[in-house]
């Protein structure tokens, strides 16, 4: 008996020093972040409608849900109560409340709140990995684990699983044949996902993480390059130099106006092209040709769309693909067949047509104005300014991104996450001291 006690003791011992170890959380946010991006279901390609987490598939709805309750387990136990105050924010309690509303006009609410569900997971996890590391050390180790895991298995299913990794000329879209997409389900996740983790390759060389940074630096823009997307191509050294560069020249806080006048620009070139004349008319004026792929089609069905919905929108999940489009007849001389869309490829004409105009009203200042705010906001120490720095190039790439593509309150879409990682971030460098170690 006094054996088995013994040893019962010594075994409850070392469990309890094995969670109460130092380590731990940064172990625990750096798994649920590459498990977040690699999701349950990788190499799963989806054609033209990427959606890595379906609706009804229960592997997904098991490993998701039992991620976020780690998430809150970890939260529980590690996080500091008063890093984790920095991420409330009312302007983001009144999207969620919009975001809700959505959920319950939707036109079959069952499908959208399972799919309301996932994305409040998406946040809890997010949230998670950004309050559970305590240094600028623990976030190097959370941020390189994470992507080197995920670069690494995305250039090695190049090689093991190529009908998998890359697009074919056998799906639903053979003119992307060839092209990379990892892990993915598309190229246009894999894409801003990859670019990302080039800034995060920026971040560990800014701290002297030499070898790793160099290559999350060097393989993220190979990668991105082999996507075939010369926007996020483009995109990437944009975002390096509009905000490096002023920090070069002592003025770091005008990053936050150059992205800010870059995003206006970017607006009024794509959506203004189809929503003021008199942009539409200079556009075209020096580009005839210009439809964006012809997502201007989209925009235009998108926007007449709205406006018979102006205040309430459609619902979660319930325009493209719903009654609404499904039912609209189809001009032959329509550059695409909105009935096949699964988005609008505009993420914030999709909050519009999803939430309603005053959503996207709201959703503009949580998601766009606040974060330049906070990174103005951010004290003079050198930690926080790295990291900022490193979230604000995460936030002006897929800010700037998201005028092409959509993926705003989407479930636990890879690029959504990392655009929360990014708009939270910078809450919390702007509010929270972030030591070089922890303990100092």
């Known amino acids: 008996m006094n054996s088995t006690a013994s040893l019962n003791a010594t075994e409850g011992g070392r ?21 977040l991006l690699v999701s349950f279901r990788p190499f799963q390609p989806t054609g033209g409608a990427p959606d890595p987490q379906g609706g009804g598939d229960v592997l997904n709805q098991i490993g998701f849900s039992g991620l ?7 939260v529980a136990c590690y996080a500091d109560p008063r890093k984790l105050s920095v991420f409330f924010s009312p302007w983001w309690l009144i999207v969620l409340a919009f975001f809700a509303f959505s959920i319950m006009n939707a036109t079959d609410p069952s499908i959208a709140v399972r799919g309301g569900f996932f994305t409040l997971i998406g946040i809890v996890i997010v949230v998670a990995v950004l309050a559970l590391p305590r240094s600028a050390e623990e976030y190097c180790k959370v ?13 090695a299913g190049l090689v093991a699983l190529p009908n998998a990794a890359m697009h074919t000329a056998s799906g639903a879209e053979p003119q992307h044949a ?3 997409r990892g892990v993915f389900a598309h190229k246009n996740i894999a894409g801003p996902v990859m670019a990302t983790f080039s800034f995060a390759g920026l971040y560990l060389l800014r701290r002297g993480w030499k070898r790793s940074g160099a290559f999350l630096l060097i393989g993220g823009i190979v990668f991105v390059a082999n996507t075939g997307s010369k926007t996020s191509a483009g995109l990437v050294p944009a975002a390096i130099l509009l905000v490096a560069g002023p920090g070069l020249i002592g003025m770091r806080r005008l990053a936050a106006f150059l992205v800010a006048l870059t995003l206006v620009g970017t607006a009024l070139a794509t959506l203004g092209m189809v929503f003021l004349p008199p942009v539409k008319s200079v ?48 001009p032959f001389d329509r ?33 766009l104005v606040e974060p330049l705010r906070d990174y103005v906001r ?26 092409l593509e959509s993926f705003f309150f989407r479930r636990v879409d890879p690029v ?18 972030i030591p070089a170690a922890a303990g100092r």
């Open 283 to 330: 556009m075209l004026s020096l580009f005839p040709d210009l439809t964006y792929t012809g997502r201007v089609t989209l925009w235009e069905f998108a926007g007449e769309m709205i406006m018979k919905r102006p205040w309430t929108g459609y619902g979660f999940e319930s325009f493209w693909r719903g009654v609404a489009v499904m039912a609209t007849d189809h």
């Open 143 to 155: 941020f390189a684990f994470a992507t080197i895991v995920v670069m690494v298995i995305s250039y």
């Open 378 to 403: 951010i004290p003079p120490l050198k930690e926080n300014i790295l990291l900022g720095d490193f979230f604000m190039m995460t936030f002006a790439f897929i800010a700037l991104n998201a005028f």
């Open 68 to 74: 976020g309750s780690l998430a809150l387990l970890g």
């Open 335 to 367: 550059a695409w067949d909105v009935r096949t869309m699964v988005h609008g490829h505009d993420g914030y004409i999709d909050i519009a047509v999803a939430m309603g105009l005053p959503a996207l009203c709201f959703a503009v200042v949580a998601l």
């Open 15 to 35: 469990l309890a020093r094995a969670v109460s170890a130092p380590g731990v959380p940064a172990v625990l946010a750096a798994l649920l972040l590459a498990v």
């Open 178 to 180: 060839g092209l990379w």
């Open 416 to 433: 959504w996450m990392l655009f929360l990682v990014s708009v939270l971030g910078l809450r919390l460098v702007a509010r929270y001291r």
